[in-house]
């Protein structure tokens, strides 16, 4: 009887992992089937370089929206990545015991609280103070970017401070037996040996930030425009797609799912560059 319940348990997992499996494959097959064609009737170059996004007279360049989506995403991860790995170091190696469960629920918390939350907080209070401080409209890249780096916090803490709890202890305690300090042991021996869970964690909340839409529409302005600078709007590619999805029809509805085939080969590039610092880091060790 425990071995057939033992076998049934492998059928079950195994159809689990095939259903994931087949759910990306199919995800796969309808971005590329419907998105390809468009490219072709469009033209690679014009639909991937092009400046100008202008439904109305066929022309569908979104390369103002790769280039708005590669600004919002690096300017929320220049912010957000040392803010979340300070944070995940300080839970790990300095949190009084007395505040580390409702510093944990509450930034657990904040990786439940719905995308359009975000939005509206940006809107309400960051765009009106970006507008007072700097001027301009307040509906720009530095909001989007304000708002995604807090967004992604909590997709970066939580892995990060697993890998740093999962280095072996001795590590730190030999650091320290050598002379030196607490501060030098955790940023030069702990924090290296857990490169590579920071380094799945950073590329997770690329993910999230690249992949971010409602929050981002609410903030950035949403202009199909080259970006013009800090304070100024701008369109994402997700952006892009949600905006003009509800009423393309034709080519129009083509060229946004062929936009969602480049943000999805954004993700795949980013997903294989960690890949390829991990074996680097495999083989140098």
């Not at 300070?86 to 657990?108: D, H, N, W």
Request: contains cysteine; charged residues 10%.
């Amino acid at each position: 009887m425990n071995k057939f319940k033992e076998q049934a348990m492998k059928v079950v997992f195994m159809v689990a992992a095939c259903a994931s499996v087949l759910a990306v494959f199919l995800i796969c097959l309808f971005l590329f089937a419907n998105g390809l064609p468009a490219i072709a009737k469009i033209g690679p170059v014009k639909f991937l370089l092009g400046t100008t996004w202008k439904p109305s007279n066929d022309k569908f360049g979104i390369f103002p929206m790769i280039i708005a989506s590669i600004y919002v995403t690096g300017g929320a991860i220049l912010i957000g990545v040392p803010i979340a790995l300070f944070t995940s170091v300080f839970m790990a190696r300095y949190c009084p015991q007395k505040i580390y469960r409702p510093l944990k629920s509450g930034i657990e918390l904040m990786a439940g609280v719905p995308s359009i939350v975000y939005g509206f907080f940006g809107l309400v209070l960051m765009v009106p103070l970006i507008r007072n401080t700097f001027g301009g409209t307040g509906t720009s890249w530095l909001a989007a970017s304000l708002l995604l780096a807090i967004m992604i916090l909590p997709t970066i803490i939580g892995p990060t401070e697993s890998a740093l709890r999962s280095v072996p202890e001795s590590y730190y305690e030999g650091s320290l037996a050598l002379g030196a300090t607490k501060e030098r042991s955790i940023f030069m021996v702990m924090l290296p040996a857990a490169k590579s869970g920071i380094l799945a964690a950073v590329v997770l909340g690329i993910g999230r930030a690249i992949g971010e839409t409602m929050a981002v529409i609410m903030v950035a302005g949403n202009q199909a425009r080259m970006p013009a600078g800090l304070l100024k709007g701008l369109r994402t590619m997700t952006a892009n797609i949600v905006t003009e999805m509800g009423y393309a029809t034709g080519l129009h509805r083509e060229a946004l799912i062929a936009t969602g085939v480049v943000l999805f080969v954004f993700i795949l590039i980013i997903n294989l560059s960690l890949s390829l610092l991990n074996r680097r880091s495999e083989h140098a060790n």
